[in-house]
Each structure stands twice: as C-alpha cells, then as structure tokens.
C-alpha cells in the first residue's frame, strides 16, 4: 500500500469511489471523469506499477475481471463497443500510477473520438528489425 496513492485510498475506504465489483485481489469502480458514461477502472488492491511489475497470478484475475465488466457493459449498459485501454509512465499519458484497467463502453455517435495518426516503417527490415529486438528481450524475461 502507498499511503499517498488515490487507488489505495479508494481501496481503503478512505476515498469514496462508486464500486461495480469487488473481491479479495480486485476492485472494479466508475471512473470520476467518464471518457464515456459507464468507465470503469479495475485496479489490484495491492500497489503494483506499472504493469510491467504485476505479478502473473494477479495480473491473470485482473484481465478475467476486465472481461466481465465489458461483457456486463454489453450486456448491462447496451454498449455497441468496449475500449480497454491501459497506460504506462506519465509518457504514456498515465496520471495515477497505480495499476489501472480503462473498460470503456461505447456507442454509436458517443462523444469519444479516437485520435491515433499511424505511423509507418520504412522498409519490411526496419519492422523486421523491431520484431527481432524484441523477440530477443522477450526471450531474456
Ligand atoms: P490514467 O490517466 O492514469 O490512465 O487514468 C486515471 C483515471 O483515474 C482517470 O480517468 C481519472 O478520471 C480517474 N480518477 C482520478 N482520480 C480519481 C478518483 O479520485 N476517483 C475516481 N473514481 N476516479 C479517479
Ligand atoms: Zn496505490
């Protein structure tokens, strides 16, 4: 626990959060600031960040909560379509770092644009390139 960390006062009840779920490793609450109506964040109970450092175990009970709160978005709030999104670093555009899960539902005509402008390889080497490089690390982890 981060004594400083917003999550791990939600987590303690010593911030008010709106909860959607909720068990001994996991909690599930709507996101203060909706990208759409119905975000909801899926965080550890415990501190981990970024997840890079989420250990596999627990990083597996995140993503199976992942999944049922979209499939309830479906389900439950009628969504066309469910965004997860996830960041890493303050680069990345992550503000709370404490591990989060964005399950964004989303609809048809809904205010949420998304901006990503594709960039493109030079040459079929140059991606080969990426590929290798990270083949590599992966094979080091
Ligand atoms: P990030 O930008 O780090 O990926 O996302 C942080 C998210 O946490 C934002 O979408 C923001 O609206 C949400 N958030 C920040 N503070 C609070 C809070 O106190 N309560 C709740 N429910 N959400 C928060
Ligand atoms: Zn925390």
Known sequence: MDSDCIFCKIVRGEVPSTKVYEDGDVVAFMDIGPVVKGHTLVIPKLHYDPLMNVPEDLLQKLILVVQKIAMAQVSGLKADGVNVTQANGELAGQVVPHVHFHVIPRYK????????????????????????????????L
């Open 109 to 140: 005509g809904d205010k949420h644009s998304w901006s990503c402008k594709a960039d493109k390889y030079d040459t079929i080497e140059e991606m080969g390139g990426y590929a290798s490089r990270i083949n590599a690390a992966m094979r080091e």
